[in-house]
């Protein structure tokens, strides 16, 4: 998906890049900085013409039909606010899923669920299964700092969007302050309280 994006969308994630990056050129990017960097430019980043390169990457006609379906799970997977209810280290995580409600979710994760406890809260990306929900991409471990700071961010997009349901309005509050939670996840770009991590 991402060779296919920076092939065929060339320009456009070129420009992406350049934005999310724009201020921080004295910067050294490290691994954590550029999978964030890349889930926000494939999944939150709208292309000129419309959708993501994830949106687009799933349409694509010359997919295999199990290569599509994972696709369409890839675009489908929005930034949320996770908070975790229980876990089995190195099997799975129960989260629930802040950002729309809803009941408790049993994700796949070999390697996040070694690194987690009940009541932490993370900023991730929860794709459907099958076989299982699991995270997708990077994974930001909130602390109290970062807590503070992300509420501080998302303040004036609730507001604006305050006659909307709550959960709707966070989600899409989450949505439009995309690049913003990756500028502050990001090692080499945001503060050093929030300590993401790879899923």
């Not at 599509?68 to 995580?93: C, N």
């Not at 669920?113 to 997708?136: I, K």
Request: charged share 25%; with cysteine; glycine share 8%.
């Amino acid at each position: 998906m991402q060779g296919w994006a920076f092939e065929h969308h060339r320009e456009a994630m070129r420009d992406a890049f350049a934005q999310i990056t724009s201020g921080y050129a004295d910067r050294v990017l490290g691994d954590i900085d550029l999978h964030l960097i890349v889930s926000w430019m494939l999944n939150d980043c709208r292309l000129p013409d419309g959708g993501t390169a994830a949106e687009r990457y799933a349409r694509r006609d010359d997919l295999a039909a199990w290569e599509r379906d994972v696709a369409r799970r890839i675009a489908a997977a929005h930034l949320g606010l996770l908070r975790v209810a229980r876990v089995l280290p190195g099997r799975w995580i129960e989260l629930h899923d802040l950002t729309v409600g809803g009941e408790l979710v049993r994700a796949i994760s070999h390697d996040v669920s070694r690194a987690v406890r009940p009541h932490e809260v993370l900023v991730a990306r929860l794709m459907d299964g099958p076989p299982a929900p699991a995270l997708w991409g990077p994974v930001g471990f909130l602390t109290r700092q970062s807590g503070r700071e992300l509420r501080q961010l998302l303040e004036p997009y609730v507001n604006a969007l305050a006659g909307d349901d709550a959960a709707d309005g966070l989600a899409a509050a989450m949505h439009a302050a995309s690049r913003e939670i990756t500028v502050m996840l990001a090692p080499a770009l945001g503060p050093a309280s929030a300590s993401p991590k790879a899923a």
